[in-house]
């Protein structure tokens, strides 16, 4: 019931979004939702099931920081700008019945793929088991120090981003400095160790079941590194001189030396 519980819910919340993307005249807000919806997901099932473990507390308030934060760092950045290149591609693509594409192309499907990867949330709600073993504590411990490692490249990341840009004389450059230095994407990669993260932190009860959730960090790794995520900004700067001078010295998405 829960799982069925929260897809409905999930459907009203993007439901909600498109309403409000169609009056902007924007769909690019559906970025917005991305994180929040994680929220609503975690919120949701923690207070529906009533199960309030340890494991279930510490995923919810983890998943509410990063959720939270993404939500206002897009919302902040994108609610009064035009719509992103991304989405205004797709309506020159789609040329006719732009609002029903919207809504199942980018709404809807948002809304499949986040019920997806939440699934450790999901069974971290349903199937949480009351930490009683030294092994247990150290397996969320060790989630939660992974978490904040992941935490770290992506707000630090989007920060250094953000600075970079606001700053007129880098227009035109490239960022390589800080976190950029090391990895081509450190906001992407922190998304990805993060969610690995919180799959670790659901399994430190020792619930078989919520091995299963294992799909969620699988896809969203999947999806950041060959679908929506690093290919949609490589392929951005693919004629841009700086950025494939800085592309042969950097790494793409694992944080590593830069090469000389």
């Not at 006719?96 to 709600?125: D, E, H, R």
């Not at 290919?231 to 944080?255: H, R, V």
């Amino acid at each position: 019931m829960n799982f069925l519980v929260n897809a409905i819910v999930l459907f009203i919340f993007f439901l909600i979004f498109f309403v409000i993307a169609q009056i902007k005249k924007n769909n690019g807000l559906a970025d917005m939702a991305w994180g929040l919806g994680f929220v609503v997901v975690a919120l949701t099932g923690l207070i529906y099931t009533g199960i309030y473990t340890l494991p279930a507390v510490v995923v919810t308030g983890l998943v509410m920081i990063w959720g939270f934060r993404l939500f206002f760092f897009i919302g902040l950045r994108n609610w009064n700008k035009p719509e992103d290149f991304r989405y205004v591609d797709m309506r020159k693509k789609w040329k006719t019945n732009i609002p029903l594409k919207a809504f199942l192309k980018v709404f809807m499907l948002q809304g499949i793929l986040l019920y997806i990867i939440s699934l450790p949330i999901q069974l971290v709600n349903l199937n949480a088991t009351p930490l009683s073993m030294n092994s247990s504590y150290t397996v969320l411990i060790l989630g939660v120090i992974l978490w904040l490692f992941g935490f770290y490249f992506e707000a630090v990341g989007d920060s250094q981003l953000k600075a970079f840009k606001k700053d007129p004389q880098n227009k035109g450059k490239i960022l390589q400095t800080g976190l950029w230095k090391f990895t081509r994407h450190p906001n992407y990669f922190g998304e990805a160790v993060m969610w690995w993260a919180i799959f670790v932190v659901s399994i430190s009860g020792f619930e078989l079941i919520n091995l299963a959730g294992i799909v969620g960090p699988i896809l969203i790794t999947y999806l950041l590194l060959f679908v929506s995520g690093v290919p949609l900004l490589e392929k951005k700067y693919k004629d841009n001189a700086l950025f494939q001078e800085y592309a042969k010295k950097t790494s793409i998405f694992i944080p590593m030396p830069p090469k000389k």
